[in-house]
């Protein structure tokens, strides 16, 4: 009895381990066809900022001299020196900068303030204004368009204040789309942390606001870093209210990039340089804060 016992725990344990080892390669073989589809394109893009804009335009498949490859025909650097020569792309690159850091810090601002007092007080009105919240998430931007360009037209008109072609209109109109979700996230991630410490923060002396920078927001840079990322990225890749809302010298790099193809010519290697230079931040903001954007990100689901 006590060896078919032993065979069978034995049997059991060795279809866990083959199942626990089908599991972790199914795993890695999904991890690595998401890389394979995400890197090809930037892999290709890389590539063709190394090339000549002759090569890429003459590029012929039914060719086999011709046929488009890798490793470029003629190594070149042009595409690089001349990046900012035919399009001003670091002038929006420095807009895009200026607009996307505003927006993240009035976004952190609010959402920090908003999310914490919807994780620790009751008050009139909470449940409603947490659903408005979510509301807001079901409507598409571009719904929002031609509202906001109106609204700032009254707005200069009534004011004078001009908001259109501005840092301060974009950063706005971007913080508006980014808060939403930014508070909802903050308020989730501020519900993980124990009430405790705001309780003991108070003894020693804290207000509610001087706990909340003091304690709290040391202990929840995780999910504040997550969304600060989030409001960073949203701005830096936004096109449409960008192509609406911004003029000559406030054009972010988003519409920008798009003057290297004009009616005469695509000059698809200087753009392909242009879009290397221009995702340098987000991949050195992400590597800065990856750790603390996955905590944010986890910890923010746990509890809602």
Known sequence: MVRRRMARQRSRSRRVRAIRVVE???????????????????AWMLSGSFKTSLEIQSADITDPKLAPRWIPRTFTLDNYRNVN?????????????????????LCLALSILAGYSLSRFEFKGKGPYVLSLLVT??????????????????????????????????????????LPFSILMLRSFF???????????????????????????????????AVGIYAFIMSWNEILFASLLTGRETKTVAVGILEYITNQEARWAGMMAACIIVTIPVLVLFTLIQRHIVEGLVSGSVKG
Do not use: H
Request: aromatic share 12%; with cysteine; hydrophobic share 55%.
């Open 24 to 42: 972790r390669v199914a795993l890695y073989a999904a991890v690595l066809a998401v890389l394979v589809v995400v890197l090809i394109p930037y």
């Open 85 to 105: 020569r035919t399009v001003r792309i670091l002038d929006y690159f420095m807009n895009s900068i200026a607009v996307s850091i505003g927006t993240m810090m």
């Open 137 to 178: 998430q079901m409507f598409p931007g571009i719904l929002f368009l031609i509202p906001y360009f109106i609204l700032f037209v009254y707005i200069n008109k009534w004011t004078g204040i001009q908001l259109k072609n501005t840092y301060g209109g974009l950063i706005l109109t971007y913080a508006s789309f980014a």
């Open 191 to 225: 519900a993980t942390i124990p009430r405790e410490i705001d309780e003991q923060a108070q003894i020693d002396g804290c207000t509610p606001v001087g706990a909340l920078f003091r304690v709290i927001i040391p202990v929840a840079r995780p999910g504040i870093a």
